[in-house]
């Protein structure tokens, strides 16, 4: 056996149907295309969402909703995400930096660290935004909560 006569298998490969060549093929004349209507035309093609003339449903559904251009999306993470992970590692600086590299955050996202949990280490903490009761919880630890911009 060589690369110059493999076949395929018996009866796998089937030949292309070939419209439009004729009645004698069973796919002539109207080249199974149907009679009349923008589908049987050469060019043809339908547009997103639209259904045959009706109102399209993102047409008849109301609007309703805002979204503010100036709105800042905070990653929020919390006292026991940054005690979990001081205890672990044993560190005493939390950064965003260290929050990237421990995949808690993506790179180039703002951060607000919330109080959801209990904080019994001394750890400094530099993030974007704090709630009042996670900068308190981190104060009241030993720690110290700065704002980086």
């Given amino acids: 056996m060589e690369l ?6 018996v009866g ?3 030949n292309k149907t070939r419209k439009g060549r004729g009645p004698g093929s069973g796919k002539g004349g109207t080249s199974t295309r ?7 035309r050469s060019g043809y093609s339908r547009k997103i969402g639209f259904e045959g003339g ?3 449903l993102q047409r008849r559904l109301p609007k309703f909703g805002f979204n503010s251009l100036n709105r ?12 979990a992970l001081a205890t ?15 995949g808690l955050m993506a790179k180039g996202e703002l951060v607000k660290i919330l109080a959801k949990g209990a904080l019994t280490k001394k750890v400094n903490v530099q993030a974007n935004a704090f ?7 981190i104060e009241a630890a030993g720690g110290q909560a700065v704002e980086v911009k």
């Fill in 131 to 137: 709630s009042a009761a996670a900068k308190a919880a």
């Fill in 12 to 14: 796998s490969t089937k």
């Fill in 54 to 56: 009706q109102m399209p």
């Fill in 34 to 40: 149907g009679h009349k209507g923008a589908k049987s």
């Fill in 4 to 9: 110059n006569n493999l076949k395929p298998a």
């Fill in 88 to 102: 672990a590692k044993s560190i005493e600086e939390i950064t965003p930096e260290v929050l990237v590299a421990n």
């Fill in 72 to 83: 800042v999306a905070y990653k929020a993470i919390n006292l026991s995400d940054i005690e």
